[in-house]
C-alpha cells in the first residue's frame, strides 16, 4: 500500500531530523560562507544576536568552591584586608632586594602621625659563637619614641649594614581588625588593623659573608581617606641574629660531575666491587681538594709524648 506524500515515513523521518541536527553544530564561523551557492545569512537578522544562557536545575558542586576563592565572600572578611596588607609588604620586600638603602616604598605607606619603637636593640645575649658562626638573640624597648621621619633614619642605619639584599620575606601571621562588617556585604570597613609579621632578612656587607635576622613585629595600621592603609605603629618583638664571616659550606656538585656522568644533585656510585672503592677514592680527593678539613695546631707550650715513652730515671 503506498504511502501518501506528507506521511514520510520513519526512515526517512530520522535521516531529515538527523541533518537539521547536524546543521545546529555548524561553527558560527561556517555560517558565513556560501554553502551550495546559497548567499549567507544577513546579519540584520532577528537572530544575530542572540545568545544561550544555560540555567542549571541544581547548583553545581564547583559553586560553593568558587564562592571561597576571593578573599572577603566568606565570614573570614579579615582575609580580604590581610591581602591589602600583603600587597603593601610585597612592595616593601621588592625595594630592598633592589636596594638596601631604598625606602621609598616604606616611606609612601607611613602616616604623617607615626609612632613607633625604636629598632635598635636593647638587651642581647650570645646564644652560639663557634666555628666562625655567631648567633644573638636581641630584645627591644615597647615604648614609642620615633616620628615618622626618626623612623626613616633609624631603619636606614639599621638595614644600610647590608652591602646586598638576597632574602626580604614578611609574612602576616596574625591580624586583628576593630569595627569589623556585620556580614560581607555590608560596606562598613575598620578604620584600624593589627597585625603580627614575621620578618626574615638574609644579606651580605663588609666584614661578614652572610647575616640573618628573623623576627616578628607588631604593626598598626589605619584606613586613609583613600581608603588605603597607612602605618600609624611598628614595634619589634624579639629578634635572633645570625652571622658568618666565611661559608659555613663549599659546594662540590659541580667539581664532582666533571669526573661522573651523573644528571642527578647527588653523586651515586654504582658498579662492582672494585669500581665502587675506586670510584669512593675519588669522590674523596675530590672533597679534601675543594674543601680541606681543617688543620688542628696544638697550642705551642703543650707536652705532647708518646704513651710508649718510659719515666725518666730518678738517678739521672
Known amino acids: ?38 548567499p549567507p545569512p544577513s546579519p540584520t537578522s532577528a537572530d544575530a544576536g542572540f545568545y544561550l544562557h544555560p540555567h542549571y536545575r541544581s547548583q553545581r558542586p564547583l559553586e560553593d568552591v568558587l564562592s571561597r576563592v576571593t578573599a572577603g565572600l566568606d565570614e573570614f572578611v579579615s582575609e580580604k584586608y590581610a591581602d ?8 616593601w620586600s621588592a625595594n630592598m632586594l633592589q636596594s638596601p638603602g631604598e625606602m621609598r616604598g616604606l616611606a609612601k605607606t607611613l602616616a604623617d602621625d607615626f609612632s613607633g619603637a625604636s629598632l635598635q636593640p636593647t638587651q642581647s645575649r650570645t646564644l652560639r659563637s663557634s666555628l666562625g658562626i655567631e648567633v644573638n638573640e636581641h630584645k627591644f624597648a615597647d615604648q614609642p619614641t620615633l616620628n615618622r621621619d626618626r623612623f626613616l633614619r633609624e631603619w636606614q642605619s639599621q638595614f644600610g649594614a647590608f652591602s646586598k639584599i638576597v632574602t626580604a620575606e614578611f609574612q602576616i601571621t596574625r591580624i586583628d581588625a576593630m569595627e569589623m562588617p556585620a556580614s560581607p556585604s555590608t560596606p562598613q570597613s575598620p578604620a584600624r588593623l593589627r597585625t603580627r609579621v614575621r620578618y626574615e632578612i638574609v644579606g651580605t656587607g663588609s666584614g661578614f659573608h652572610r647575616e640573618q635576622r628573623v623576627g616578628q613585629w607588631d604593626l598598626e595600621w589605619k584606613r586613609s581617606s583613600s581608603g588605603n592603609f597607612l602605618l ?36 651515586v656510585i654504582v658498579g662492582d666491587r672494585d669500581q ?4 669512593a677514592a675519588l669522590v674523596e680527593k675530590l672533597l679534601h681538594e675543594v674543601a680541606p678539613p681543617p688543620q688542628v695546631v696544638p697550642p705551642e707550650n703543650s707536652d705532647v709524648s708518646d704513651g710508649d715513652d718510659e719515666p725518666p730515671d730518678e738517678d739521672e
Open 1 to 38: 500500500m503506498p504511502r501518501p506524500p506528507f506521511d514520510p515515513g520513519r526512515r526517512d523521518f530520522l535521516v531529515r531530523f538527523c541533518q537539521g541536527a547536524g546543521a545546529t553544530l555548524i561553527p558560527a564561523n561556517l555560517w558565513g560562507r556560501t554553502f551550495l551557492g546559497l
Open 84 to 91: 591589602q596588607i600583603g600587597e603593601i609588604l610585597a612592595q
Open 232 to 267: 600609624s605603629g611598628l614595634r619589634t618583638l624579639n629578634e635572633t641574629q645570625a652571622r658568618s664571616k666565611s661559608p659555613a659550606y663549599a659546594d662540590i656538585t659541580a667539581a664532582a660531575r666533571r669526573h661522573f656522568d651523573s644528571k642527578n644533585s647527588e653523586i
Open 276 to 279: 665502587v672503592f675506586e670510584q
